[in-house]
């Protein structure tokens, strides 16, 4: 018997925000597309800020420096919207 696994690859390729989504493309193909509405930081921000972000975590991770906002495609994976935090 011969079974063909294909290994996922989480690690982020691309992100991009639209007007209600934050859209996250990973290295294996899938994309992630989910509310900003979860993401109190994101949707606060402008599109300038939302536009500059970092991998972190070895590509496991997304950081925006300007709003001090981090996620992980493990949460996106999961749906799990922002825990609650003040802003600012």
């Known amino acids: 018997m011969n079974i063909s ?10 992100v991009r925000c639209d ?9 294996d193909g899938r994309t992630i597309s989910v509310p900003l509405a979860w993401y109190p930081r994101l949707l606060a921000a402008t599109p300038e800020q939302r536009a500059h972000w970092e991998k972190a975590g070895a ?17 996106l ?3 799990a919207p922002a825990s609650a935090r003040p802003l600012g």
């Open 19 to 27: 007007a209600d989504s934050l859209i996250v493309d990973l290295m």
């Open 59 to 75: 590509g496991y991770g997304i950081h925006w420096p300007d709003i001090d906002e981090d996620l992980s495609t493990e949460g």
């Open 5 to 14: 696994v294909k290994i996922a690859d989480e690690r982020v390729a691309d």
């Open 77 to 79: 994976l999961r749906g």
